[in-house]
């Protein structure tokens, strides 16, 4: 999978963390089926890095690139629904 990082804008979280939550085997990619984010081609991503860290991410992709705009850790709704999600798929 490949990265480009150039609109990537949250320093405090590495963009390797950011790529490996990416890689996670549970992680969700979630398209917006209304509203902004959808509009302009926005779409989520909950998964967890090596060091497990829960991250939210913000990216844009053309299909073959992503392209993280920001990233945040998850909040306690979304690591229980990441959490939910991925007993599901066992």
């Known amino acids: 999978m490949d ?14 963390e950011v790529q490996e939550s ?7 990619r979630i398209l917006p089926g209304s ?14 890095s090596l060091s497990g ?8 992709s053309d299909g073959r690139r992503m392209r993280p705009i920001a990233s945040r850790i998850m909040t ?6 990441y959490e939910r999600k991925a007993k599901e798929s066992l």
Do not use: M, N, V
Request: proline letters at 8%.
């Open 3 to 16: 990265f480009d990082w150039s609109s990537y804008s949250t320093p405090e979280i590495p963009p390797q």
């Open 35 to 48: 509203g902004a984010l959808a509009e302009h081609s926005r779409f989520l991503c909950l998964g967890k």
């Open 76 to 81: 306690s709704h979304e690591t229980y629904f």
């Open 53 to 60: 860290k829960s991250l939210f991410s913000l990216y844009s």
């Open 22 to 28: 990416f890689e996670d085997p549970f992680c969700l």
